[in-house]
C-alpha cells in the first residue's frame, strides 16, 4: 500500500469517526491488553477510537522519542502528556513499550531487563489500558476500575474534561522541542487561588505574576475546561471564576490549554479539518514580559511589537547567547571589599524605566540621582542603586525580574568598571622601568582618590584598634557622622540647661541654639555614664540613619561622665500634646492627622525594613512622636532603646516600653519588630479617639480605650469613640472607619499576623496588592476586633507595672 493511500485510508476511516461521535461527550475506548507492545519503528502507538489521540511514542528533537498522549491526526503532532517528564524523557529507537502480562506499564530497552522505566507506576497490578477519544490514557485494575489516568497528571497542557485539582501545578516545557521541565509553573492552590509563579520560588506574593484573585474560597478549588472552549474556577457547588468565557463552535473542533514555555498559559482551537491550524483564543497576558524570570538573571525584558526581548545590564553579556534564561554575567571583574585594584575604577551606568525585584540592603532618602550614584560607588557592598520617588536603595547582584515599564519613574544605576587610562611617558622608577606598568598606575586623580580611600580605611581600621583611653577622639572627623561637642559648648548653647522641653525616655531635653543660630534640642541622657564605648558605637549607627520621618541626629557629647545628644529642634512639639488637647487651637484636623498617620508608619518601616540593621524602637508612643512646623511628624529615640540594653538585667532587656502599648507577647518574651506594629494600633487608635489610651482620670468602665473599642466596634458603634473635636472628623467617617480597621489589623494578638509596617503604608496610600487583599481586605472590620487580646483578664499592663517601675 503506498503512503499516499494509506493516508488517505486513514483520514477517511478519520473522518468517518468524527461523524459519529462528538468529543468529549460520549467517551468511547480502545481496550489495550496486557502483552500489548509498542516500538518506535513499527506500532508506534495506540489511538482512541476516533484516532484523533494516541498514546505511544513521538519523535523528539531528531535525538530519541518520547512517550506520551499526543493529537494523532495532525502532521505536526500537538503533545498534550509526557511521561516522565522531569527525569529525562527521551529514549532510543532500540526500546519496547509494554504493557507486561503481570500488568505493568514500562519501557524494555533491548537486553537489559533492569533497565526497565516506569512510564505509569499504579499501585494495583494494571488488568487492561484504553486510550479515550478524549486524549485521557486510561489503566484499570481487574475489577475495571480505574486506577491511573494521565488526566490526574497533567504536565502542561489541559484538554477538555480534564481538572487542575487543588495542589497540582502545570509546568512549561523546557523549549518547543525539549519537553522536560521548564521555568514557570501554574499552581492550582489549596486556597483556591490560581496563581503563576517562576518554578523553584515559594508560593508568595513576591514571585507571583498572575492571579485569578479567588483566594480564600475554600480548599476545592480546580480549573476546569470544557469543550467548548470555557475555562473557570469551580468548587464542586459554584463556578468562582470564568476566565475563559467559552462558547465557541464545538464541532470538529479540539480545544486545549497549555502552559507555554514563555510563561503564558493560552487556550487554543484546532479544526479537525485537514487545512485547520491552532488558533489562540485566549491568553493569560499580551504582555510578554508579565512572566517572571524571562530573562535570567542581570537580564531585563522589553516587550517590543509583541513580542518580548531580553537585554542585559550595561557592563553584562549572556552568559550563553541565544539562551536568554542563562541570563547575564559582568564582563569585568570586581574587586571585593578591602582590595583596591588600582587598575580599575567604576562608573555608574543608567538604566530608565525598568523595574526590578527589590531587594535593597540600605536605602535613604534623597533629592538628586547623583547623591545615589556616588553613595552606591562609594560603598565596596553596592553593586547597584535604584533612585524613585526620591529615595535611593542600594542593590547587590543579582539582580531579577526586570522589566521596561515606560509608566515606572524608576531609574537603575549599574556600577561598571572602567579601565584607567595609562599615563603616557616615563615609567616609574621604584617599580622599574619595563614600561608596562599601565594596569598598577594611575591618573594622579585616581591615585589621589585611592589614596583618599586607602586613608580613609586606615582611619576606619586605626579607629577600631585603638582603645578606650584615646576613645575622646573617636568620631571627631568622619565625614557624614554627628558632631562631637564639648560639654562647654552645650552649656552655652542651652544657656545653661535653662529651659527644659520635656521629660523623654532615659532624659531631660532641653532647648538650645547652634552656632549658626538655628534651634536644637539636647537630650541629657540619665546613668549611663561608665559605658562610653556602646554610646559611641550607638551614636554612630544612628546618626547615619537618615529619614524625613527619623528626629534627626546631629551630634553628641562625651565627655567625663556627660553623656548628651543633640537633636534637630522640633518646633510643634510632641504628638500626645495635640491628640490629648482639649483646646480648640490645638485640635489637629482630620487631614492632619491622616498624614501623621503615614509618617509614622514610612518611619517605622524605614527602622523595620534597612536591611542593614533592624531597628525596633520597643517605646512607640505619642511623646516619641514629635512634629515638626508643618506638623510633619518624626520618630524620635530610635536605638536608643538598646543604647540602654547594654547596661541592663536580662529582664528588662526583654520588658521594655511604656505601659498602656505593650504588646502581649512581651510576656512570652518573643520580641520581633511586631511589637512596634502593635504600638502603632495603640497610637492610630489615640490619634482617633483623641485620647489615652490608659486614662486613669476617667471612670472605671472608661479607663481603656482598648476594650472600649473592642466593645464599641461589637456593637457597630465605634464611631462612638472618635473625637468630637472636629468637624471633618464626623464628615470623613468612612475614612476614620478604615484607620480604625487598620489600628484592628495591627492591634491582632498573634504577632504574626500583623502586618509590616510596609504592608500599611500601601494600605494607607491605597496600592492594590494581592497580599494585602489575602491579609486584609478579605478581612471583615470584626473578625479583626476578635483578634485582638482581652484588655482585663489578658491584659499584661498590670504586670509589666510591677516589672517596669523597678529598674526604671
Ligand atoms: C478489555 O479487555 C479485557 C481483557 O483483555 C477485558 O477484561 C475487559 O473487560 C475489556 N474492556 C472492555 C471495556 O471491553
Ligand atoms: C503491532 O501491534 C499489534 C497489536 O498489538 C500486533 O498484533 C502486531 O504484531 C504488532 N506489530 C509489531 C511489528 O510489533
Ligand atoms: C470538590 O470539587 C470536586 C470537583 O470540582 C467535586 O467533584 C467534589 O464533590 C468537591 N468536593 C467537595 C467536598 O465539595
Ligand atoms: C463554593 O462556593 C460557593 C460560593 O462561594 C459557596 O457558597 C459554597 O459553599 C462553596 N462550596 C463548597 C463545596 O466549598
Ligand atoms: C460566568 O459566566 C456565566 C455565563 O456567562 C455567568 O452566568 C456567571 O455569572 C459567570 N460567573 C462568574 C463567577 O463570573
Ligand atoms: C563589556 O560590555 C560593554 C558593552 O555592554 C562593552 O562596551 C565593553 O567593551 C565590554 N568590556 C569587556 C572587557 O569586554
Ligand atoms: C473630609 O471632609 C471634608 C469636608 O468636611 C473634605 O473637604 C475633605 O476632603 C475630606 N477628606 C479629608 C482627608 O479631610
Ligand atoms: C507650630 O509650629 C509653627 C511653626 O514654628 C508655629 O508657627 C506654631 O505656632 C506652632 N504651633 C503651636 C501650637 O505651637
Ligand atoms: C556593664 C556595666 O556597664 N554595668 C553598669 C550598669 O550601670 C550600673 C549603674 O547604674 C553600674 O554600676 C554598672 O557598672
Redesign the pocket.
Known sequence: MSKKMGAFLLSLLFLCALSTSAIGQQVRSSNISLGSTLTPNTNLSWFSPSRIFAFGFFPQNNNGYCVGVFCASFSLRTVAWTANRDNNPVVSEDVNLVLTNDGRLILRHGQGQNRDIYVANPSEPIAWGSMLDNGNFVLYNSDSRIIWQSFDHPTNTLLPGQRLSPGQELFSSASKTDRSRGIFRLKMQTDGNLVQYPVNTPDTIPYAYYSSATYSTGNNVSLNLENDGYLFLYNGSSVLRNITSGGYPVARTIYLMRLDVDGIFRLYSRSLDRDGHWTTRWSSTDDGCTPKGLCGINGFCIQMDQTADCK?L????FVHSGNWRAGCSR??TVEGCGEKDLSVDYEMKRVDNVVWEDNSFAMFDTVTVEKCRQACLDDCNCDAAFFKDRQCSKQRLPLRYGRRLVSDSNIALVK?STPVPVTAGRSDPVIGNNGHLGPILGSTASIFCTALVFGIIAFVHWRKKRSEEIEEDYLDHVPGMPTRFSYEELVIATNNFDKKLGEGGFGSVFEGHAKDGTKIAVKCLDGIGHIKKSFLAEVESTGSIHHVNLVRLIGFCAEKSHRLLVYEYMPNGSLDKWIYSRSQEMSLNWRSRRKIVLDIARGLAYLHEDCRQKIIHLDIKPQNILLDENYNAKIADFGLSKLIDRNQSQVVTTMKGTPGYLAPEWLSAVITEKVDVYSFGIVVLEIVCGRKNFDQSKPEDERHLLSLFKEKSVEGQCLDLIDKCCEDMQSNATEVMEMMKIAAWCLQNDYANRPSMFMVIKVLGGVKDAQIDIDYNMMNFRSLIAKIPQVGSQDVTPLLHSVLSGPR
Open positions: 542585559c550595561p557592563g553584562f553579556d564582563n569585568f561598571v
